[in-house]
């Protein structure tokens, strides 16, 4: 079976569980994704894919990255919205090349890791998927392993085996949108004239996620915009004692969260990038 891949994020558990479903089936990886912009953010996610797919012993095949000719099949649709007839343009070109992947390799089964994404449309990928099925004589296995607890279980494997988690599809035009509406920079499309690699950049991450093991703690970290004038600590609605340091950064009021890990006296939550320092530590520190 011939799998496209768009993702390491939504193929490495869509993977594991055909791979449960269809044991028979030798499923064989297709990295065909022109939609994504810059290059060096490409290059990523196949480092990334590539990654995901030693882990997992499947065979990768990398497709042609041609930009240029996906730029003009989705000419005129530079402003759709996410789900809008851009990606219907998208997801035409994307399978169609995977089938045609899968006729040159004699595979009479094929089907997208676009299904598990909760941002694009099952239905449209089945129809298109049972379309082309249909005109060339082939099986689209269509699965919905993003129902139940399908997300929690996807996140989960992106977190144990340390996935790179992208924050937008790809498309230049969804993040140019994406964007517009948080009200940032477009900086993932940034680079120095130098060779200076910038921090957080789509270069530094590259070498990062190159050098990942098994053995790293990946923590998000990101740039102070703007300082915390106040604020509390409570824990199952109950204030507990606790400082604020003054550097402290949020986009919102409240936070909620789970511990994820705990470090030498520093609590590391699963959201916002929160820190938690015994005061203790905190004392010593400042001594």
């Not at 490495?12 to 499923?27: G, Q, T, V």
């Not at 890990?261 to 015994?278: F, G, M, Q, T, W």
Request: hydrophobic share 35%; proline share 2%.
């Amino acid at each position: 079976m011939l799998v496209h891949i768009c993702c390491s994020v939504d193929s490495h558990y869509f993977l594991e569980e055909l791979r449960r479903e269809f044991s028979n089936e030798k499923l064989i990886g297709f990295f065909y994704d022109p939609n994504i912009h810059p290059y060096g953010e490409y290059l990523l996610r196949l480092q990334d894919v590539k990654r995901s797919c030693e882990i997992l012993n499947i065979d990768l095949i990398e497709g042609i990255y041609n930009y240029e000719a996906w730029l003009d099949k989705v000419r005129g649709l530079e402003d759709e919205p996410e789900k809008g007839e851009r990606c219907t343009a998208c997801f035409d070109d994307r399978l169609n090349e995977t089938v045609q992947k899968a006729i040159e390799l004699d595979e009479k089964s094929f089907t997208t890791s676009l299904l598990i994404s909760p941002l694009k449309s099952q239905e449209k990928l089945k129809k298109i998927g049972n379309d082309l099925a249909q005109k060339h004589n082939l099986n689209f296995i269509f699965r919905d392993y993003r129902s139940g607890k399908g997300a929690e279980k996807q996140n989960q494997a992106v977190k144990i085996n340390k996935l790179y988690r992208q924050d937008y599809c790809g498309c230049i035009f969804a993040l140019s949108k994406q964007r517009e509406s948080q009200n940032k920079l477009i900086d993932e499309t940034f680079s120095p004239i130098t060779n200076q690699i910038l921090p957080s950049s789509i270069e530094e991450k590259l070498i990062f996620y190159k050098n990942i093991d098994s053995s790293k703690i990946i923590i998000k970290e990101s740039f102070l915009n703007y300082r915390l004038l106040s604020g509390k600590v409570s824990i199952n609605n109950i204030t507990v004692p606790s400082r604020i340091i003054f550097y402290s950064h949020s986009e919102r009021n409240n936070i909620s969260g789970k511990i994820d890990y705990l470090i030498d006296e520093v609590a590391y939550l699963n959201r916002e990038n929160i820190k938690i320092i015994s005061l203790q530590k905190l004392n010593v520190a400042f001594k």
